[in-house]
């Protein structure tokens, strides 16, 4: 806060629109987050002091793992809107939609019932991940790239 307070004056109106948006959305999800974890952590107390939670039970165990899954998804969204505030990064960063849109998909195939599901969303969800890891790792690259090049601008500045 104390950041964004001392850059307020330099920024434009569109920038400060978007500061104010984007702390806004920080505590909607951050409630988001609190409530999601305090029902996770019922659940799973309620689970443990019932004698439910067996690991061997796929349905639980995907149960308890979606729910995790779900709350690092939003906190990983969240990541990305607090780097906005201390502008770092853009609005929108593909990277991150695609790390975001990863672990949706983890969270997927982690409480996906496979006997259940058929061959062809399987390979569909299994291509998606695929596509989705080579993006993620071409933008990184990419990333990396730009990093080396503005580290090499600067150094011959100096």
């Known amino acids: 806060m104390r950041e964004t307070r001392e850059a307020w004056p330099a920024l434009s109106t569109y920038e400060r629109f978007e500061q104010v948006v984007s702390l806004v959305l920080t505590g909607l999800i951050g409630l988001v987050?609190?409530?999601?974890?305090?029902?996770?952590?019922?659940?799973?107390?309620?689970?443990?002091?019932?004698?439910?939670?067996?690991?061997?039970?796929?349905?639980?165990?995907?149960?308890?793992?979606?729910?995790?899954?779900?709350?690092?998804?939003?906190?990983?969204?969240?990541?990305?809107?607090?780097?906005?505030?201390?502008?770092?990064?853009?609005?929108?960063?593909?990277?991150?939609v695609v790390l975001i849109a990863l672990l949706a998909l983890v969270r997927k195939f982690i409480i996906l019932d496979a006997s259940k599901t058929d061959p062809l969303t399987i390979l569909g969800l299994a291509a998606a991940i695929l596509a989705l890891g080579s993006v993620h790792w071409l933008v990184r690259?990419?990333?990396?790239?730009?990093?080396?090049?503005?580290?090499?601008?600067?150094?011959?500045?100096d």
Do not use: C, W, Y
């Open 141 to 157: 690259d990419q990333d990396r790239k730009d990093a080396a090049g503005q580290d090499q601008t600067h150094g011959t500045a």
């Open 33 to 96: 987050i609190a409530a999601a974890l305090i029902h996770l952590s019922f659940r799973i107390l309620m689970l443990v002091l019932s004698g439910l939670l067996d690991p061997a039970e796929t349905g639980v165990f995907q149960a308890v793992f979606g729910m995790i899954f779900t709350v690092l998804i939003a906190l990983e969204f969240n990541h990305s809107i607090i780097s906005v505030l201390h502008r770092k990064e853009s609005v929108v960063q593909v990277r991150t």
